[in-house]
């Protein structure tokens, strides 16, 4: 009951600190929102989308967005009772569930004094943070992916392995590329045929799902619409990485393109903020780890044990592959967003290293004081 009742207290305080960070929040960019109500009206079409809304697209007169369906789903019940619920309303709340989310599962790996601070870190330290803040649709898609690959790995910790299977279908189902972390729960699992099949009868329901939901949208179970999306930046001629920003006829590579590796990787570690006016301000095109979540660092530093740490490392390293050969980096963002998609695993890693030591505790401090730093900067900003 005690445990209850921290943890309730924990999730009310981290809905207070994202509540007064942003207090008037522009409630834009909502797409998931609009789709949440065409599903309540038994439809996958988005008749009245904004005009000026970017990635949709239209087929046979009709609008569409190219992003799964599981993040509209879970707000569909919700706006079905609140009509006038927002979506950036349920981001912080997910967000906050996500952190106590991450102290229940890191509890599994390591003490609980340490599983809390790396809960707090994980709320006010990483990019989960202005994730859960805004709650724009790119980023409402991260917040409930998290949550589902959360309780995944802790399904799976408790040998639940079905159960942990359909979370990860979920999680997939909100961010696309995460279905390639699927290797972590292989690795695991080679040597236990029984736990293995049971897992992947929940975990392979994502692509039955998928394909249908395309032949529902475009009449062809491949055809997501993202090519469409990647299309349209091209023919605008928009700046879609901050080399463009830097040298304004670099080249544009394709949509998933090996020469998109070097500018991820340069934005997840690297990419520092901007100097204006002598004033030090972040980039829209994100800030490496480097400068926004130094302890981050720590569960990427080799060398990696035999069995969990290194395929939580494999596992991660794939998911962040398909992220990296995006065409696109992120935009209007502190920090580096895809990051989410791959930051449960190197959690654990994370926590398997954590110790109670200045240092430690010193790398902490500093990614949850630029955060907030980076947070107020996005909502003067404008993102």
Request: charged residues 10%; aromatic residues 18%; glycine residues 8%.
């Amino acid at each position: 009951m005690r445990k209850l009742i921290l943890c309730f207290l924990a999730f009310i305080s981290i809905i207070l600190i994202y509540k007064f960070v942003y207090l008037n929040p522009r409630n834009w960019y909502d797409h998931y929102r609009y789709l949440a109500q065409s599903f309540l009206a038994g439809r996958v079409d988005i008749p009245n989308l904004p005009t000026f809304y970017q990635d949709s697209l239209e087929y046979q007169g009709k609008k569409y967005l190219p992003f799964p369906p599981v993040p509209a789903l879970v707000l569909a019940p919700i706006i079905a009772v609140g009509k006038n619920t927002t979506q950036q309303q349920i981001s912080i709340i997910i967000g906050a569930i996500n952190a106590i989310l991450v102290f229940l599962l890191l509890k599994k790996f390591t003490k609980p004094i340490s599983a809390l601070l790396l809960g707090i870190f994980f709320a006010l330290g990483t990019v989960a943070f202005w994730s859960s803040v805004v709650g724009t649709t790119w980023y409402f898609a991260h917040n409930t992916a998290l949550m589902f690959f959360l309780i995944s790995l802790m399904m799976f910790k408790n040998k639940k392995d079905f159960v942990s299977g359909v979370f990860f279908s979920l999680a997939s189902l909100c961010r696309l590329p995460i279905f390639l972390g699927i290797i972590f729960y292989f690795l695991e699992l080679r040597k236990q045929r029984g736990r293995l099949i049971s897992f992947l009868a929940g975990a392979l329901l994502c692509i039955p799902i998928m394909f249908f939901y395309n032949w529902l949208r475009f009449g062809d179970i491949f055809h997501t619409g993202y090519l469409e999306i990647y299309k349209n930046y091209i023919e605008i001629g928009y700046p879609i990485s901050f080399l463009q920003s830097i040298y304004p006829n670099s080249p544009n590579f394709g949509y998933f393109d090996i020469r998109n590796i070097p500018l991820h990787i340069f934005t997840f570690f690297f990419l520092p903020p901007l100097i204006k006016g002598g004033v030090i301000v972040p980039s829209p095109y994100g800030m490496g780890i480097l400068f926004t979540t130094p302890l981050l660092l720590v569960a990427m530093i080799p060398p990696f044990r035999k069995g969990l740490e290194k395929n939580l490392l494999i596992g991660a390293t794939l998911i962040a592959l398909v992220d990296f050969l995006h065409y696109m980096q992120g935009w209007v963002q502190f920090g580096y967003r895809f990051l989410l998609d791959f930051l449960p695993l190197l959690l654990i890693i994370l926590a398997l290293r954590f110790k109670l030591k200045i240092f430690y505790i010193l790398l902490l401090g500093i990614s949850i004081a630029v955060n907030f730093w980076g947070v107020n900067w996005g909502v003067k900003l404008g993102w």
